[in-house]
Structures are given as structure tokens and as C-alpha cells.
């Protein structure tokens, strides 16, 4: 499922990332990589707030669609 769709308070795990090569560079050096483990902290019209690696990150609705996570 998108990250979108995880509601705030629970823990996901990142199974796939979508996206042009530099969207996922990006991703990648926020530390959006496969396998890691993110908190959703609140979700805001679909923008989100999550803690991953120990930092609180913000990220748009459309950068959200394009990670793909289970939950654990």
C-alpha cells in the first residue's frame, strides 16, 4: 500500500519506492530505502509527517504515493 494510506501512529516498513531515478536518489538521501522502518507521526490533507532513522521528516502527498510499505 502507498504510505499514504498508513494512519498516523503506526509503524510501516518500506517494501518499494517508485519514481524517476532522481526522485529516488532523493528519497534515498532522506533515507527512504527499502527495508527501513517509519513512524507516521500525522497526516495533514494527505502530507505527511514521519520519523525515520531518528529524524522527523515532511513529505508531500504525490512523494508519499510513490513509496510503497507493509505493516510490520
Known sequence: MPLTMASPGSEVVIVRIQGKDEQQKFLENLGFVIGAKISVI?????????????????????????IFVSEE
Request: charged share 25%; glycine share 4%.
Open 42 to 66: 500525522s497526516d495533514i490533507q494527505g502530507n505527511l509527517i514521519v520519523n525515520i532513522k531518528d529524524s522527523r521528516v515532511a513529505i508531500s502527498k504525490s512523494m508519499a504515493n510513490r
